[in-house]
């Protein structure tokens, strides 16, 4: 079962979440037939970002992350809510790149080093908070980091660890340590010692996130959640959003084409509309 893992360490300076989601990533690896690449660099995003609407506060809250760089994977777009409902997309679902020399897939080149990281919260009380961030080496960990320091002024380390074999995903999960207000430097270092004195990798795909948060930071209460691949369109909802188009229209589109196809790249359905469903949305008004 997939898992986000919240605790408090270090008498309450740290805050340290652990993400355990290899089934979103197999869910999504199997939506948009993702290559191993594609699997590995989509499912640290939705592994960052899951981290991220794990911290919203407000029941109709939602984020999302859209990372538009010069690599072979094209754009990424990722969005998740309250609760933990997370989907995504990649532009190019089959980018293939050679292996790096380390036997890892080379998910620097698949994102790119040129380009933004755009992040739009809702905490459901007044004006959504967007912050944008220029690339910088590619690597989904580090380019995360770097957005919470520079658009949001809080220091946050990402660990994100997503395996793929055979165009299945093996293991997807992540550390997100961030140091509370006042958070003592010995306390930071601490921590920092801890993880650079472990294999993040291997540690945390061996070990279940609870697992994890007892045994390697002596944590005694946390809280326990469970995200899900699972994407909030419907055809009820796009039909709302078909009927602000208007009347005269949706009927145009019926004459030209005789249907109306939408398209929801999170969860690759397709959604078709007639003129019955025309008719239906605008009832007095039937030609």
């Known amino acids: 079962m997939d898992k986000v893992v919240r605790t408090l360490i270090e ?20 939506t948009h037939f993702l290559t191993d690449l594609g ?13 991220m609407a794990s911290s919203l506060k407000d029941e ?38 050679p292996q790096k020399a380390n036997g890892k897939e080379d998910v620097e080149g698949a994102i790119g080093r040129k380009g933004t990281i755009t992040v739009i919260r809702d905490d459901g ?18 380019e995360f980091s770097r957005y919470f320091a520079l658009s949001e002024q809080l220091p946050t380390a990402f660990f994100l660890v997503t395996k793929a074999k055979e165009e299945n995903c093996v293991y ?11 958070a003592s430097a010995e306390s930071v270092e601490r921590v920092s010692d801890l993880l650079s004195s472990m294999d993040v990798e291997e540690k945390l795909s061996a070990t279940d996130a609870e697992t994890f948060v007892k045994e390697v930071f002596g ?14 369109c ?19 589109m019926i004459k030209e084409d005789g249907r109306i196809c939408t398209h929801c790249h999170f969860c690759n359905t397709d959604y078709v509309f007639y003129e019955d ?10 030609k």
């Open 234 to 252: 419907s055809r009820e909802y796009l039909r709302d959003i078909l009927m602000s188009f208007g009347e005269e229209e949706l009927r145009r």
């Open 11 to 30: 008498n309450g300076e740290i805050s340290l979440t652990v993400v355990q989601n290899r089934d979103m990533v197999q869910k999504a690896t199997v």
């Open 125 to 142: 009380y007044s004006q959504p908070f967007v912050g944008t961030c220029e690339l910088s080496t590619g690597n989904v960990a580090d």
């Open 172 to 182: 997807s999960g992540g550390i997100m340590v961030q140091p509370m207000p006042g």
């Open 277 to 286: 469903d025309v008719n239906e949305m605008f009832p007095s008004e039937q």
């Open 39 to 51: 699997l590995t660099t989509l499912g640290q995003v939705l592994t960052a970002v899951t981290y």
């Open 219 to 232: 944590a005694t209460e946390y809280t326990v959640r469970q995200p899900l691949y699972r994407c909030t």
């Open 60 to 97: 109709k809250g939602k984020v999302s992350v859209t990372i538009k760089g010069d690599g072979e994977g094209g754009d990424i777009c990722v969005s998740g809510n309250y609760d933990l409902f997370i989907r995504g997309a990649i532009d190019n679902p089959y980018v293939y790149l």
